[in-house]
Every structure is written in C-alpha cells, then in structure tokens.
C-alpha cells in the first residue's frame, strides 16, 4: 500500500496484485488539473506488476472534466489561457495513453458523475463498471469548448461515429443506464452494491493471463483503416502462436485439463 496524503491530488492504494488509484480532488468534483493527470500518469508507470488497475474517484463523482475555474482566471489572457488548455489536454492525453499502454486489464470504476474530457479516463480503461445513479454529459456545446479526452478519438469505437456526433451536438445527459444500453459501459451497480460488484470484477479479472488483455488490446487498436480482413486475420494467427508456446499459457492447459483427467 502507498502512503499518501489527503492533499495529493492522486491516491494509489495496492493489496494482492491489485493497484487502486482514485482521483483525489473531491471537493471539486475531482476536476482535471495538469497535477493531478501528471500524478496518475506517474502512478500508472508504477502498476507495471499489478495484475489489475482499477480508476474511480473519491466523494460523489468519477471526475467533471476539466476544471472551469481555471480556465476562467486566466480568461482575460488569451496567450496564458490556451497555454493552460494546450498543458491540460496534453497532460490528459498522456494519462489516457498510459492506460492504453498498462501490461494487465484495467477497470473504470465509475462512482459517479463523468463530464468532459474525463471520459477518456475511462473510455481508455479495458471494461467500465458504472454505478446506477451516475450520469454522462459531454459539456462542450454548453461551455464553447470543442470536445476533447477522446470524445471523437474513443468514443466512435464504442457506440458510431453518427450517434457521437449527435450526443456532442445535443449536450445530452446520459444516465447510467442508458450509457450501458448504448454500450459505453459494460457493467451496471446499485449504490449499495457498488464496491461488492466492482471487487468481484477485479477478482475475475486478477485471476486471468494479463498478457491476453494487452495482446487483445494491440489487435483491435493497432490497425490501419486501410488494412485488408488477410492481413488483420493474420495478426490474429501470429500472436495466438506467440501467447501459445508460453510456460505461462502452458500451465494454464494444464491446469484447465488436471480436473478432468482426474474424472475420467
């Protein structure tokens, strides 16, 4: 477990091969400043051993997005102001490539409320779990700001580029529910059985090979447009055999088959 104190803007917690990093701002609805996603990429380059990565947020929201008081002081400064954004986004893009890039599946845990570019944060993550009362809204066409933390980059994987584009033009509020019937989600839990749920999740998950996850991860994200059904066929075959020859992939069959030579 890592010590840390209530005014770091990240938490990172680890028990059993499970890292647990929580943004730490609740007071503002843990709004995304460039130390605080400094901070998480930081302790995501730490997770290399962890089996699991779990992201959420302290107090009542997974995260608003950027923080708007922020921005508005540097408002009457348009040189430092778009300096601050441009050291915002590239700071959240950072985080969000470093989720992209962790050796063992990673869990969005989202608590509560996701707006703007915090749903890169999670979107980035391999499976989300959502808790019922929770909300999704993107704030953009309200706020004048063009939509960022991968709104055009991430979310079209998820759910179409057509319906993307109508939620960002629309700045609808997506409930949890409906985020889930959409497939923005993967899991939904009430708010009692939140954390039961989402440490269920997270066993499941520890208990798999987290190199499938990252192979996996490489094979849907790491082709072009323009590559033919051969070639993403192909990439498909030369990672099997490469996962295949395995001590680790090996000792799974073994494992798997041990019961059954037993019984028979």
């Known amino acids: 477990m890592t010590e840390n104190t ?13 890292a647990r990093i929580s943004l730490n701002r609740p007071q503002r609805g843990n709004a995304l400043t460039p130390d605080l996603l400094d ?5 995501l380059g730490d997770c290399a051993d962890a089996r699991t990565v779990v992201v959420s947020g302290e107090g009542r929201a997974f ?28 700071a959240l893009n950072r985080a969000i490539l470093a989720l992209r890039a962790l050796p063992c599946p990673s ?26 009362g929770a ?13 960022d933390g991968g709104w055009t980059a991430l979310m079209p994987e998820r759910i179409g580029t057509a319906r993307t584009g109508a939620w960002l033009t629309l700045d609808a509020r997506i409930s949890a529910v409906a985020a ?19 440490d269920k999740l997270v066993n499941t998950l520890a208990a798999h090979d987290p190199l499938v996850t990252t192979i ?17 066929l192909d990439r498909e075959r030369a990672a099997f055999c ?5 001590p680790e992939t090996r000792a799974r069959m073994a494992a798997f088959l041990a019961p059954r030579e037993m019984d028979s």
């Open 6 to 18: 209530a005014t770091e803007p990240i938490i990172l917690t680890r028990h059993d091969g499970i």
């Open 39 to 43: 901070a998480l990429t930081v302790a």
């Open 63 to 90: 995260s608003s997005g950027g923080d708007i008081g922020e921005f508005h002081v540097r408002a009457d400064d348009p040189i430092r102001l778009e300096a601050f954004g441009n050291r915002v986004v590239s």
């Open 107 to 132: 869990v969005a845990a989202v608590n509560g409320p996701v707006t703007g570019g915090a749903i890169g944060l999670m979107l980035a993550c391999d499976t989300a779990i959502m808790q019922r």
């Open 135 to 147: 909300f999704i809204q993107p704030y953009y066409a309200k706020m004048g700001f063009a939509p």
């Open 180 to 198: 889930f019937e959409m497939g923005v989600v993967d899991r939904l839990a009430d708010a009692d059985s939140f954390q039961v749920s989402l």
């Open 216 to 232: 996996s991860r490489r094979l849907l994200h790491d082709q072009s447009a323009s590559d033919g059904l051969d070639a993403r």
């Open 242 to 246: 490469e996962l295949l020859v395995r």
